[in-house]
């Protein structure tokens, strides 16, 4: 049993009855109750879009099909990590489709992106002589400092706290700071990292101070302001402005120049300083050790370097 969806899906508006504006209320009904992040149903609309759009002229679909799309979308360039997501969001409407039995068989079963290299980052994190210098930097703002010292100091993503609300701020134990996050396919925020650093929090506190002055007391966390009035921060504004604190701190290159270089260097950091490597997987919120142990192998690879053992001739005696 198969169901012709190319006709009804491939435009702008989808027609009420067709089995994607379906899937797209079963989402949006997901999203309402809590059960899945509203981008993550962003994402898997659009990997479906995606196929759809492809095989346009569709009137079936099969595992070969799959196969032929995945294949031309690396033959584009596409890199794995986009077909993956891309494939995740056609795998989600067709595991609707036979959850709700349209379909017998799901075609993406056992179609898979293909093999990313997967043991090393293509961002570098930065150095300690980098960090110090970006640390060093007195023309960095309140909002600007805070953002980079809680995310070197938790590991944080820069859509974490672009998305947090000075609510979201706890106090823990001790002296401990606490932040509440909406981590990645999460629909709340209920992953808590905790900002152990006394320099991170007092610099957190000093913002906070700044906030309260312009009476901006509650909402959002990181803000711009526009006549007058605190916005949120948005994505864009807060990767542009990290990236000029990084060009005042003289920190250049396309491997590293990046918000993602922080959190990079908050795990290697952790590795470093002994935690334990389920805390750090934890503390990243990845979902497979795998990929904490990336840090690992990276860290490992350059203080254990076996060529540190060579030795010839004279060099041994």
Not at 44 to 70: C, D, F, H, P
Not at 286 to 312: C, F, G, P
Request: hydrophobic residues 40%.
């Amino acid at each position: 049993m198969t169901e012709s969806l190319a006709t009804t899906t491939t435009q702008s508006a989808l027609a009420p009855s067709s089995p994607v504006a379906e899937w797209h209320t079963h989402l949006d009904l997901q999203v309402r109750a809590g059960q899945m992040a509203k981008d993550t149903a962003t994402t898997y609309r659009q990997g479906m879009r995606k196929l759809t759009e492809w095989a346009s002229q569709q009137e079936s679909w099969n595992r070969t099909l799959i196969l032929e799309w995945v294949a031309a979308l690396k033959a584009e360039g596409k890199t794995v990590k986009t077909v993956s997501i891309w494939l995740t969001g056609a795998r989600c409407f067709f595991q609707w489709m036979l959850s709700e039995g349209r379909i017998v068989v799901d075609p993406t079963a056992g179609v898979k992106a293909g093999k990313s290299s997967g043991n090393r980052h293509k961002r570098e994190p930065l150095t300690d002589e980098e960090v110090g210098n970006l640390m060093k930097l007195a023309s960095l703002s309140n909002r600007d400092k805070a953002l980079i010292w809680i995310m070197l100091y938790t590991g944080a993503r820069g859509v974490e706290l672009q998305r947090a609300d000075i609510e979201d701020l706890k106090t823990g134990d001790g002296n401990d700071m606490l932040l509440y996050v909406q981590g990645k396919g999460r629909s709340e925020k209920d992953e808590p990292l905790v900002i152990a650093s006394k320099s991170a929090r007092d610099v957190v506190r000093a913002y906070l101070a700044e906030l309260a002055e312009r009476k901006h007391t509650k909402g959002a966390l990181f803000v711009t302001e526009r006549n007058k009035t605190p916005r949120r921060i948005s994505r864009v504004t807060l990767r542009a402005d990290i990236k000029r604190a990084f060009a005042k701190a003289g920190i250049f290159g396309d491997r590293v120049k990046t918000v993602h270089s922080l959190r990079h260097k908050a795990a290697r950091a952790m590795i470093e300083g002994g935690a334990d490597i389920r805390n750090v997987q934890k503390t990243l919120r990845h979902n497979s050790l795998q990929t904490t142990e990336i840090y690992l192998n990276e860290t490992r690879r350059l203080s254990d370097a076996a060529e540190r053992v060579i030795r010839y001739g004279a060099e041994g005696e």
